[in-house]
């Protein structure tokens, strides 16, 4: 049943109010017994439109997030407190990331774009590590009996058979810091046109050093190889 009183409207059950839409300042609609409000549009289209307005995600009245729509182009969520932002699938889900894109003129398309920009002054004895990309990835079941192959990163990229394409896997630039560093490895035998190589770095192909560049062979008590 319906209930009005003022600028609310209430809904009950049993003779007990279960939720209420209140029309003063602002619309809500909300649950007032701790019960889940659902919203079912069955086979039909959810649409939540803000019209010129931000949509917000709250959370016992504290607003944790809302949806800028302000740019036609480019739509954010952008949160208001200082917590992560997780997208976790459970079991076998995958979160997917599907872009097609179509290009009649010269452009960059990008997949996925991070612009972590770090500002503030570190006080003096103070260190601050940013990292724009941290991978963890852990195998921790102590049940398997077969093989696990774990891959961190895996890069496919296949060109089409018109006109002239480049493909590049990683493309690293880093510069302006003190001490510039492109790669730096903790573990692992490094590859180079084998699959599992042997050594710290195996190369199956031949190797060219350009310019006046040299290449320098140390023995581990630091002396030059000649």
């Known amino acids: 049943s319906f209930d009005a009183d003022g600028d609310t409207i209430y ?45 917000y995600i709250k959370k016992n009245g504290t607003q944790f997030a809302y949806f800028d729509t302000a740019t036609a182009s480019n739509l954010k969520l952008i949160g208001t407190l200082n917590y992560d932002l997780t997208l976790k699938p459970n079991g076998t889900g995958t979160i997917v990331l599907d872009k097609d894109c179509i290009g009649t003129t010269t452009a ?30 852990n195998c921790e079941s102590i049940t398997h009996v077969g093989t696990v192959n774990q891959t961190a990163i895996d890069i496919d990229m296949v ?53 006046a560049n040299k290449l320098y062979l140390y023995d581990s008590s630091g002396e030059y190889l000649s």
């Open 159 to 211: 060109a089409a058979t018109d006109g002239v394409q480049v493909n590049v896997g990683v493309d690293i630039s880093v510069s302006g810091g003190d001490k510039n560093y492109s790669l730096i490895t903790s573990g692992g035998n490094v590859g180079i046109g084998v699959s599992d190589p042997d050594e710290l770095l195996e190369v199956a192909g031949d190797v060219k050093i350009s310019g």
């Open 108 to 137: 960059t398309q990008k997949g996925l774009f991070i612009d972590f920009d770090q500002t503030g002054i570190i006080a003096s004895g103070q260190t601050l590590t940013s990292i724009g990309l941290d991978l963890d990835m």
């Open 11 to 55: 809904f009950k059950g049993s003779g007990n109010t279960r939720g209420n839409i209140q029309l003063d300042t602002h619309y809500e609609i909300k649950s007032s017994t701790g019960n889940i409000l659902e919203i079912n549009a069955l086979s039909a289209d959810l649409i939540l439109d803000a019209g010129g307005g931000q949509t």
